[in-house]
């Protein structure tokens, strides 16, 4: 079956058995292997990507079912010149450990992110709450991720206040 998809924001056509599953898709054919496979069965979440902004499990999703939408693995994070925002942030703040779970991790606060720049702490919790850690006992996962939404917010107020200058004619 052919599907078609928005992978990392290319228009992306793959020819596979419909039911295989995304992951093994991304993993295999695609060769897209930052998503990780862990328990398999949808309880540890470092096969989290988005699918239509929503994180999913790649491990509970068809490849099939993903006709006509959008998938963003972790290799469709990072900016151009280097590291998104929340990648640095786990980099900086001790969140990224043996890394395994990581990418899973990534992938739950860019949904987060994506939705508000202004996270309290018990949104950024209930984002990675599907998102087993062995390693950093969950705290600087938090802190990087706190540290990332600030990031978002400088970068919003930037931007809110160039246009607010363009709007005001070139001074405000
Ligand atoms: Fe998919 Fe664990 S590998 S949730
Ligand atoms: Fe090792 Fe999370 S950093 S499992």
Redesign the pocket.
């Known amino acids: 079956m052919k599907v078609q998809l928005v992978l990392n924001g290319k228009r992306t056509t793959v020819d596979m058995p419909p039911l295989m599953r995304l ?1 093994d898709a991304l993993r295999g054919p695609l060769g897209l292997t930052g998503t ?13 990507v988005l699918l239509d902004d929503e994180p999913v ?4 999703v068809a490849i099939g079912q993903c006709e006509g939408r959008t998938v963003v693995t972790v290799e469709g994070l990072g900016a151009e010149d280097g590291l998104s925002p929340v990648q640095q942030c786990l980099v900086d703040h001790g969140g990224a450990q043996c890394g395994i779970c990581s990418p ?1 991790v990534l992938i739950s606060a860019e949904a987060l992110l994506r939705r508000t720049s202004y996270p309290t702490t018990k949104q950024i919790r209930d984002a990675i709450s ?1 998102n ?1 850690c062995r390693c950093t006992g969950y705290e600087r996962i938090v802190q990087s991720v706190a540290e990332a939404a600030k990031k978002h917010r400088e970068v919003d107020e930037t931007a809110w206040g160039a246009e607010e200058i363009a709007r005001k004619g070139g001074s405000l």
Do not use: V
């Open positions: 992951i990780k496979e862990g328990c398999g069965e949808g309880e540890c979440g470092s096969c989290t499990n790649a491990c509970l899973g599907g087993l």
